[in-house]
């Protein structure tokens, strides 16, 4: 096996780990119909993803007939507290992802999750699927002031543990900016919720299956990266 260049590994969630849109799109289907509203196919709200849960109900009342602070303040609360109680019910990881953490873990990496989905989400989530034991930090869309596509908590999280040379994993061009306004080189996979082909969103390398996140790990050469994660101002 060639070597992989990186002491790090960042991952997205949703769309890129785990397959989250159907619970989401139950917990959108409740509040909407709590309040009259039709609710969008599940492809839609796919569609919507990775700007964080209050984005995606903001972006759900758009298309359902217009959105204001009002319906906001009564949506968004009933959105979040049926998705806390269903969190893990038909969201599911996506083929290969659990034995992908298990070999990066066991080539010495350290794994961090950073996430626009609020940690107090992600956590849970992580936990119930047994996979705490794999990541060395949780990033949520909260835990910070500020989140992707600015890559600080990320940097920080890194920085913390040591620094080191770092890539980053995701699905969308929120992924891609993160990992970029960072110079980390990102990965992504084709599979997760971009609207956008995955090879349009000028990531430096795109996969179709985890099978191929090692040899595209290691197809990196040392001299293409900076030699460790700077600390942010």
């Given at each position: 096996m060639s070597?992989?260049?990186?002491?790090?590994?960042g991952f997205d969630l949703d769309g890129t780990l785990i397959d989250s849109s159907p619970d989401l799109h139950a917990a959108l289907d409740y509040a909407l119909k709590q309040m009259g509203r039709p609710v969008p196919t599940q492809e839609q709200v796919e569609k919507?993803?990775?700007k964080g849960i209050r984005r995606l109900m903001e972006q759900a009342l758009e298309v359902t007939?217009?959105?204001n602070q009002e319906l906001m303040v009564k949506g968004f609360p009933l959105m979040l507290a049926y998705y806390k109680k269903h969190v893990l019910v038909h969201t599911r990881p996506?083929?290969?992802v659990e034995e992908i953490l298990k070999a990066l873990q066991d080539l010495g990496l350290k794994l961090i999750v950073y996430t626009n989905k609020p940690e107090c989400l992600a956590r849970p989530i992580i936990h119930q699927l047994g996979w705490d034991h794999y990541f060395s930090d949780i990033i949520g869309g909260d835990s910070f002031s500020v989140?992707?596509?600015d890559p600080k908590p990320l940097l920080e999280a890194i920085d913390a543990m040591g620094g080191g040379r770092t890539a980053f994993i995701g699905d969308s061009i929120t992924d891609v900016k993160?990992?970029?306004?960072?110079d980390l080189p990102v990965i992504l996979v084709s599979f997760g919720y971009s609207?956008?082909?995955?090879?349009a969103l000028g990531a430096d390398r795109v996969i179709s299956n985890y099978q191929e996140l090692i040899p595209t790990l290691a197809s990196f050469?040392?001299?293409m990266m900076p030699d460790a994660v700077v600390k942010p101002d």
């Open positions: 070597r992989i260049p990186f002491d790090f590994i919507m993803m990775g007939g217009g959105i996506y083929e290969g989140r992707k596509p993160t990992g970029h306004n960072a609207d956008v082909p995955a090879t050469s040392d001299d």
